[in-house]
């Protein structure tokens, strides 16, 4: 019998930079309530409506809760169960006539952060490293990012946004925190009380632009050009800190004449702004360095958006924002913890050479391929809804759909992944296994223990790789550490950021803030690049063939392509939505009622123009493929910009595809992400 047990911690898994600390109440062996822990700093009791229902979730009918082998073709769903015993077995024996034939780098495992715990996260890493299969860039959310700010600061951290309560303005830059990252508005909040004013840009009136004292609506994939005419403003006016300057930038003199290229009104007609409101946002932000930018990953899935991130970076250097207790930007904390992941990762169990690298964003390619030697012939999903995810839709389908192609996935529900499984393997939620938290978005290190008992024959990705592991004979010894011997030597092999936090008080607590100084601003005197100061001149962007300064560089599929915007003329972007994170909560039925349809915002002109009403079926189509939504008719969206949120499975979606039919699997400028944003569609009546 299991107990009544109330106010235990636990932690939300999902890619999410909140990573909240959780309060969940289990009776009778199931869970009933799930709340935000309000000791923990910056959860403060505060958790989204998604994860405030995850007892739906974790009991959910569509949860998997035996092995399944399919018994009709490929994407039907039809299986039958097996054993965990024969599951491992039928792996085993197909993998090693693989190796046999095309060699171990013909098995791809393909993950991504269905779970941010650190032990299920790299769970598979060592196992695919011994065999020798193919390695996967993860590059699908912040690679193109991360690249851009390395590029201006050196690391990906930035100041701690709970310092962003005392700033004088506070820009919500590519950001929808009221859904994407909800604590972020509670700081937001207590900011705007003490006298803030809150800017948001977006291109679209998000509810984080409502609730924001201005909004900038830009078009999408300008912000680099909004940002440089700041930065006239700021060197033209004299609104910049020269001492700063002087002690912690690389470039200045450069900048300074490069900007003056920028002027607001050669600016304006780009971004779609007047000249007049981006002046006065830059002296706004120019009067003081109390000034807090949260940028957004958003901003970055363009063509050009690693160039935007740097840019982005470059403008609290300017100011000295970087060095003011509640001033600076941040983007992401996840290079403030000094972690050593090759004590998860083991690259070291990697045969050499090294197997060729396959860029996750490139899936469809990899699956339809015929010329790729070896070809895949097997696929092993754990952590990811790529059928869903994966830009380019169609193509990842059509591989998916590959008679030939032996695919396992590993998974809590039966996903649109999970029905073009040979084998469905049953993965336990976050409140069944153990795991070790980082997180994106702030600065504390978390620990949650199981709260319940797997469901059904739900087996972590840990249990699985270490089962696996043994069958093919592969780093043994590496799992034998077990998932709490591996949490111990992570802790303990990290640097002074981590090094001091024990097992034993996270058992205690849920949590620990790392060490870092209280206030936390990493850029106040320099940075981590090669000269050792924030680069506003980059030797390392001209090696990559871009502009060694800030730029505006149109995007490659934007309205500036004449030839595809002949064809298709209004920009797309899809967002996230409220009550979905990516494609996970698509299972949900309360969720997907709460969420309400598949829609496509249009503006008032573009959707009089086409004859569309609100509540239409539409039909958008792109260079690569047409889906269907209803029409929703809102002047929150600029003439020119269709915005599509969320990522509905697309069973649920009516005519049976999903958003990212329509989007492509091009590059960004750095980073090799995807330009999910980049999109030229045109809409239908359907
Ligand atoms: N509810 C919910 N929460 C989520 C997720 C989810 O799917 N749903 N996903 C999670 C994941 S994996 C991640 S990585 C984070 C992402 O979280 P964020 O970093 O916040 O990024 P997004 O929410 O993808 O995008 C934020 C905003 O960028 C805007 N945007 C798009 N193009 C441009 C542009 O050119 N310029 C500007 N200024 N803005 C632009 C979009 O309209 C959107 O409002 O959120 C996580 N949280
Ligand atoms: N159109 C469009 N496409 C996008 C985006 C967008 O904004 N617009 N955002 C992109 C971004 S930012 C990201 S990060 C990717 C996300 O892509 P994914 O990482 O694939 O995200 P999810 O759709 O949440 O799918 C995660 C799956 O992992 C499963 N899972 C959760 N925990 C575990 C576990 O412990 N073990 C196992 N085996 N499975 C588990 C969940 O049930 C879920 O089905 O999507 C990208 N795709
Ligand atoms: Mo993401």
Redesign the pocket.
Known sequence: MIPLLTHMLSVCP????SCCSLVVTVEGGRLTSVTGNPDHPFTQGVI?G?VREYAERVHSPLRIRQPLRRVGPKGAGEFAPISWDAAIETIAVRWRAIIGTDGAEAILPFSY?GSMGQIQYFAGHPLFHALGASRLDRSI??STAYAGWRATVGAVTGNDSEQMVGADLVVL?????S???INVMTLVKQARARGAHVVA????R?P?AQGADEHLM?R????AALALAVMHVLVAEELVDRDYIERATLGYDRLAAHVRAYAPDAVAPIVGLDAETIVRFARRYGATPRTFIRV????S??DNGGM?CRTLACLPALTGAYADPHGGALLSTGGAFGFDYAVLERPDLLPAPAPRTINMIHLGRAVTDGALAPPVRSLYVYSSNPAAVCPDQTLVLRGLAREDLFTVVHEQVMTDTARYADLVLPATTSMEHLDLYRSFGQLTVQLAQPVLPPQGEAKSNWETCRLLARAMGVAEAHYAKGDEGLIREFLAKGDATVRGITWEQLVRDGWARIDLPRPYRPFADGAPTPSGKVEFYSAWMERQGLPALPTYVPLAEGPDNREVAARFPLQC?V????????SSFSQSELLRRRQGAATAMLAPADAAARDIRDGDAVRVESPRGAARFTAQVTDATRPGVV?IE??WWHRFQPGGHGVNVLTSDRTTDLGDGPAF?SNLVQVYKA
């Open positions: 999902h890619d999410c930079p989204c998604k952060a959310c912040v830059w590519g950001v929808n925190a859904y994407s990252t840009v977006d291109p679209y998000t984080t830009v999408p994939g300008t912000d957004g990953i958003g901003i899935r363009h935007t972007i967002p996230p939505n409220r009550f979905f994170l990516n915005v969320g990522i944003h």
